[in-house]
């Protein structure tokens, strides 16, 4: 089997997109070590408060701690566990009401002014609600985390199905194409961008809605520690919870970005 040949000025062109992708990894790297490093000497030698800002020399020691004596894993294993169920949950379950009112005119109609009051709606205000429903556990930390992501993945997705170009469905329609093949190759192909932008957007939603409900209720779990680290002024304890959410955030987002490759491959583009 032949090699495909290209010619010089793609690979100049490939050549150059590869040099700009290292060179922006290498540059966001570089920020980092400064930030870290400038923090570090900064607390050092007091021009910041270590008690207050602490310091990644103390953050480290500090997660180092918590790992040794298992506090650590067991902790992000907590909310890491209400994060993805939540984020799993809310993502399911909104996809299924957008192309339900996709389907549906009537139906996208009449929702439309609640999802617009429930969306606007602050979460946090039926905590007292959540917990006599759902008990002082994990359940209403789960819940809280959907009711923040589900209709904010709704209205996008939504909004996306609906964008799609309607001369092209109109087109299908003519063909003799019933509404499940117009949503598998037109809508979806379409939205998929748009898809897994929302993706992205709730992973950070559901770590919002995790560590709020755990703000709320909680024995266990990163938002406990954020917590109880600031009530006895264990500000290197706050910090390290901190960095941990990030870290773990930044996984999950990850594994979203290798979702969108995947898609990408799936669907051509």
Wanted: glycine share 6%; hydrophobic share 55%.
């Amino acid at each position: 089997m032949k090699r495909k040949k290209f010619s010089a000025a793609h690979y100049d062109y490939l050549r150059k997109y590869s040099l700009r992708k290292i060179s922006i990894l290498l540059t966001q790297i570089l920020v980092l070590a400064i930030f870290i490093t400038l923090w570090e000497l900064l607390s050092r030698y007091e021009i910041i408060s270590s008690f207050f800002f602490s310091s990644p020399s103390k953050i480290i020691k500090t997660a180092s701690e918590m790992f040794k004596s298992g506090e650590l894993v067991y902790h992000s294993s907590i909310t890491l566990k209400e994060t993805f169920i939540g984020f799993a949950i809310a993502t399911g379950i909104g996809f299924a009401v957008a192309f339900v009112l996709w389907c549906s005119t009537f139906l996208r109609s009449v929702s439309e002014p609640y999802l617009v009051v429930l969306n606007s709606l602050p979460k946090i205000a039926l905590g007292p609600i959540i917990i006599i429903w759902f008990g002082a556990g994990q359940k209403a930390i789960i819940v809280m985390c959907i009711l923040i992501v589900i209709i904010v993945t709704i209205l996008n997705i939504l909004n996306s199905f609906t964008s799609c170009d309607k001369q092209l469905i109109a087109l299908a329609k003519s063909l003799g194409a019933n509404k499940l093949q117009i949503f598998a190759k037109l809508i979806l192909p379409n939205s998929l961008k748009d898809i897994v932008s929302t993706l992205k957007i709730n992973v950070g939603l559901s770590w919002i809605g995790a560590i709020m409900g755990e703000y709320l209720v909680s024995r266990a779990g990163l938002g406990y520690l954020l917590i109880y680290g600031g009530q006895v002024f264990n500000l290197n304890l706050v910090m390290t919870s901190t960095v941990i959410l990030c870290v773990l955030a930044s996984i999950m987002y990850l594994l979203v970005a290798m979702f969108e490759k995947l898609m990408n491959k799936f669907y051509g583009k």
